[in-house]
């Protein structure tokens, strides 16, 4: 017996409209100071004031939250008491979001103490809406990534299928404004978020759906949104595509990408979609003999001829880097601009940090410490994973 778990979903242009139409009198939004100065806060609050709510806004919102981020979030939600919270911008304000809700509703735990085992029993004080600004699916997911800065580490099992919004939002109008290399890399981890949970062990009928077709549109639609920033259309395309495949990872969970993007985001604070992107072609060498005809079945939804496995997985592998280039990210960690000492310095942590991801279990090949070294001296070095 397994769950699929979904918020519902309003998507298109004016979509923003169905939050006044969300009941709740006392709103908290929770944001950073980057959205408000885009006025994405405005249109979100002159929604709001179609009806009589008293609104609060919290703005300080910090890449990556910390514990101590979060609970400065439920600081003022215990002082305001909302009947509604209003994650706005990417995934870290829905993140933090999520994590201040949990301890409004229940101001007995501690953050570190929640796991896909923990009994929550949200919502007997608020709902939660998310209202994406980019495409981490954050908005579709039960996940939320915080950073535990006394333990250096990124806590990524903070999860629970409550966490998941009431309601998604998606209306193009709030991923206009994403610059170009976000774009590029947050809209590569969206296609990631489609590969890993479609070979993973965890996959099911459900998210195998989304995947393939998230996949599909992301190869489609990323380079024509790259191109020309202003095609409403790839935009809105991009937009659906991220909550499709963070609905399948969601439900069927991530891969080893994710592991080693979370190590590489800790050791050299790279960006989570940026790591995870640079990760993802080694991370399908790596892993194509354990899930060869899925990686097979990718490679076909993208228009790949090569019936025999190996030459499909070879295709989608020259595909996925194809695209990279074409979205001017780097295909190594050295042409990251990671310095040799730099790696040397930091090799043991990222080989530690990788194997205690529980998202690295989940991977069809689960590797062992030497072939994490192994894969992160080829991804260093931007040598082809072959053994
Ligand atoms: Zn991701």
Redesign the pocket.
Known sequence: MWWFTSPNIAFGEDSLEQLSAVEGKRVLVVTDPVIRRLGMLDLVVDELKKGPRAIEVFDQVEPEPSFENVEKVATVARGFQPDLIVGLGGGSCIDAAKAAWVLYERPDLKLEAVSPLTKLGLRKKARLVAISTTF?GSDANWVAVLTDKAHNMKLDYFASRELVPDLSILDPRFVLKLPREATAHIGL?AL??GIEPYVNQWRNDFSDALALHSIRMLFEYLPKAFDNPNDLVARQKMQNAATMSGLAAGNAQ?GLA?GT?HALGIAFHMS??LS?AISIPYVIQFSRHAAAERYADIAHVIGIKEESFDEATDRLVERTKDLMVHLKTPLSLREAGISQSGFEQNIDGLVENTGRATVTFVNPRVPDVEEIRKLFVCMYEGKPVDF
């Open positions: 981490t981890d990631v978020h991530f994710h993007g989570h979609g995870v």
